[in-house]
């Protein structure tokens, strides 16, 4: 089934994954971003020491004022990268499933690119989804073993950012997960619809 911006009359509103407005669903999202922090910091970590047993991967001291401002400063230049490139990578998948060009858009403490008045089908929306968290880090996991060692902090903060930023992603993909392989999706940025088709006899009491 391929993208479409002309919904089939049998199609309607099914559900709303609204995690702007969801205060539970921010909660528990909060939560596990706390544990994908923790648990990709080991992660890459433990990836460093394995193909560059002589670095040690990402090296944070804090003695001074100055190695303060120097750690916000490499906090603030890895975010910056990360949203530019991992929304980037929404983008090309959206504009793959489309043929159309996304839009982009930063609101508040979040950026996102989104296609609304499309509806993708569910598969395509959950490559669309998962597509920054796996090609970066993987991407990231070459990049740790050849990178120079004064680089190591700075690719470890952007890696760890872009799992721990991927939260509200994963949280659309398994939503998804659990819908019914038919369904169309449709992405507004902040929240996304997802699109059924009415039973047989739905449709004929109409």
């Known amino acids: 089934m391929p ?3 002309q919904l089939s009359p049998q199609y309607r509103l099914a559900g709303v994954l609204d995690i702007k407005h969801d205060r539970k669903l921010l909660l528990w999202l909060n939560s596990a971003g706390l544990v994908i922090t923790i648990a990709s910091i080991f992660l890459f970590g433990w990836w460093t ?3 560059r047993p002589d670095q040690a991967g990402m090296d944070i001291t804090v003695h001074s004022l100055l190695d303060i401002l120097i750690l916000f400063g490499w906090v603030v230049l890895a975010s910056v990268l990360v949203v530019i490139i991992h929304e980037a990578i929404h ?3 959206f ?3 489309t043929g159309s060009r996304p839009i982009f858009a930063f609101k508040g403490a979040y950026a996102y690119a989104a296609a609304p008045g499309w509806y993708l089908p569910r598969g395509a929306y959950m490559l669309t989804g998962l597509a920054p968290l796996v090609i970066l880090s993987l991407a990231g996991l070459v990049v ?3 990178a120079p060692a004064s680089w190591l902090t700075l690719i470890t903060l952007a890696l760890v950012i ?3 930023g991927s939260v509200g992603d ?3 993909v398994i939503w998804l997960a659990r819908q019914p392989i038919n369904c169309l999706a449709q992405d507004f940025g902040d929240r996304i619809e997802i699109y059924l088709p009415l039973e047989k006899g739905s449709l004929e009491s109409e």
């Open 3 to 5: 993208s479409t911006q």
């Open 49 to 51: 020491r394995m193909v």
């Open 91 to 93: 983008g090309v998948f």
């Open 95 to 97: 504009w793959l499933f």
């Open 144 to 146: 740790l073993a050849v």
């Open 162 to 164: 872009n799992a721990s």
């Open 170 to 172: 994963l949280a659309a």
